[in-house]
Structures are given as structure tokens and as C-alpha cells.
DNA sequence: TTGCTTGTCGACAAACGTTGTTGTTAGTAT
DNA sequence: ATACTAACAACAACGTTTGTCGACAAGCAA
């Protein structure tokens, strides 16, 4: 994701309006590689902002969703995740006991689709996630 | 999946009822490689039981699912989909205009997270979840 | 069969994450 | 400063999934 202030000239530049509640999101997200969901984000922005209404904070994920500055993750664990790193190509550890999700900086080669298979479908990205269980999750078992 | 004679079989040795909205769900899903949801299947068995609850749908389609027999998938759809291939181990194309799921029977070499990396997680399952179109959504622009 | 026990059914409603609606506020360009 | 209009907060609705519970039916023993 880019700085508070690229991303303040690129949504004018798109016509979008940059209000205090989406600067706030943005400094939220700058930096955060904990990929958090809509609602802890919501619950973070609030404390500086109390009458954020967490539609606004959809509204803002979706439009930096647009603008290709953050991924928003479905793992499967009930809810969206947002990741504001999309500058390196990476993957997922989700631990299926906490919810956490660790970034994988790793680039696996071989992964494609062999063509026997691939006949009929244009595919335009790959997605690996590992479930498992991280330490502090295994320790208190 | 087994077949549903099998499947009866085994709900009995679980202590589980055989009753006959739950053979009309295993009649449904055997064979069925089109990943359906939940509510579908519900459709589909509700056409041939009408009083038939969504309710009872789920309980089954998760009593499948503890008993090894379907694989729950949640690929970000919105909904969860079932998956009666648990026999050979496989991934997924996802068609993200249609929503619709395709087996991909590969097994893919290489896949696992680096030791510099795997520290503080032990991994239970790999997931890769090919993204695109599927022609039949491609030649509908 | 009969009766007892226990698990299941289906109707209803609620939980959850997410999105639509609406009148009002406020960012932006002129 | 003004007008235009997007974005706001508040509220309600949505779709998917789960909880509750009385009535019922499957299975077992005799």
C-alpha cells in the first residue's frame, strides 16, 4: 500500500473525497501487516473517532480494494481480512485455532494449471494457504 | 465419498438415524462433483421433500463432515460448498464471475512453507485455490 | 408387537458479517 | 464564498449459518 499522503492525492485524482474518517483508515492500514478484519479495524478507528459508522469503514476498504492498495482476504474464517501488502507477491499461514494470518514472502514455482486441465479456464491468480497451528496455540493445548 | 449404502452403514455404527431426508442428501451428493451449496442441495431435495428444513440440510451435510465422507469448502463465495471428493487428494478453479468449482486433480511438488518460515507454525493443510474465468463466463463480456 | 429411550425433524427466530437506504454534512472546484 | 455532489452516520435489511424446542420416529429390549 502506498503512504497516507499518495493514497490522499490518488483517491482526488479519482475523484473520491478524502475525509478525516478515511485518513484515519488509511494510517490504520499503513504498516499493519496483522490483516486485520473490517470490524477490528472499525473498533480501532472508533476510539479516535466515535461516530465512525462501520459502513464507512467497508466503503473505504472497498474503494482502496479498487484502486489495487489493499487485498481483501477471504480464508474462510467468517470474515474479510484486509492485507495493505500488495507490493510483494506472497501467500498465507492461517492458524484454524486463533485466526491468525502470517504473511508467506515465498514465491512457489510449478504452480500452474497443466494443460489437460486448463482447457476451458483463464486463470488469472493463485492462492496458497497453509492451516495449521501457530506456537502460542499449540503450547496451550 | 462412499456410497450411500456405505454411508448408511456407517451413520448406524455412529449411532447416527438413518432417516429418509438424510438418504435423499446422500443420494444427491453421490457422484456430484459440481461443489453445490448448501442451499442448493436444499433446493434440489426439497423438490422430491417438500417439508424438508434447511436446518437438517446442514446438520447432515456437517455429520458428513465429521465423518470424513465431504469436505466443507469455503472459498470466499459467500456461501460454503460441498465436496463429496475426499478420496483423491486435489485443489480448485474458482470461475469468479459464475462462482463455479472446478476439481483440479494435481499434486503439486514443492509445496511447503521454508524452515526460515515454519518456525512457530506446524502446517496441517495445503489449499491452492486458482482464480479465473471459466470460457463460458469469458465469452459472455 | 409393545413400550421406552434417545436422537432427529422442522418451524421459528436469532447471530453474524455485510450491504442498501436516506436525509444531512462536508470536501472540492470554481 | 458558493454550488455541486460525494461521503457521512444512522438505521434497517439481507443472506448465510446456527440455536432452541416441542413433537415425532428410529432403534432396542422384552
Known amino acids: 500500500m502506498k503512504s497516507c499522503d499518495a493514497l490522499t492525492a490518488m483517491?482526488?485524482?479519482?475523484?473520491?473525497?478524502?475525509?478525516?474518517?478515511r485518513q484515519a483508515i488509511f494510517r490504520l492500514l499503513d504498516g499493519d501487516d496483522s490483516h486485520p478484519t473490517v470490524e477490528s479495524l472499525f473498533d480501532r478507528a472508533r476510539s479516535e473517532m466515535p461516530t465512525l459508522s462501520l459502513k464507512t469503514?467497508?466503503?473505504?476498504?472497498?474503494?482502496?480494494e479498487a484502486l489495487g492498495e489493499v487485498r481483501v482476504l477471504d480464508l474462510g474464517t467468517g470474515s474479510v481480512r484486509v492485507d495493505p501488502n500488495v507490493e510483494d507477491d506472497h501467500h498465507h499461514l492461517l492458524c484454524t485455532t486463533c485466526g491468525r494470518v502470517r504473511d508467506l514472502p515465498v514465491e512457489f514455482t510449478g504452480l500452474h494449471v497443466p494443460?489437460?486441465?486448463?482447457?476451458?479456464?483463464?486463470?488469472?491468480d493463485v492462492q496458497v494457504i497453509f492451516r495449521g497451528?501457530?506456537?502460542?496455540c499449540s503450547d496451550r493445548i
Not at 469503514?57 to 482502496?64: F, G, K
Not at 494443460?115 to 488469472?124: C, E, L, P, Y
Open 11 to 21: 483517491f482526488r485524482e479519482q475523484g473520491l473525497r478524502v475525509t478525516p474518517q
Open 57 to 64: 469503514v467497508y466503503q473505504t476498504v472497498h474503494d482502496l
Open 115 to 124: 494443460i489437460r486441465h486448463r482447457r476451458d479456464f483463464t486463470v488469472d
Open 133 to 136: 497451528r501457530c506456537d502460542h
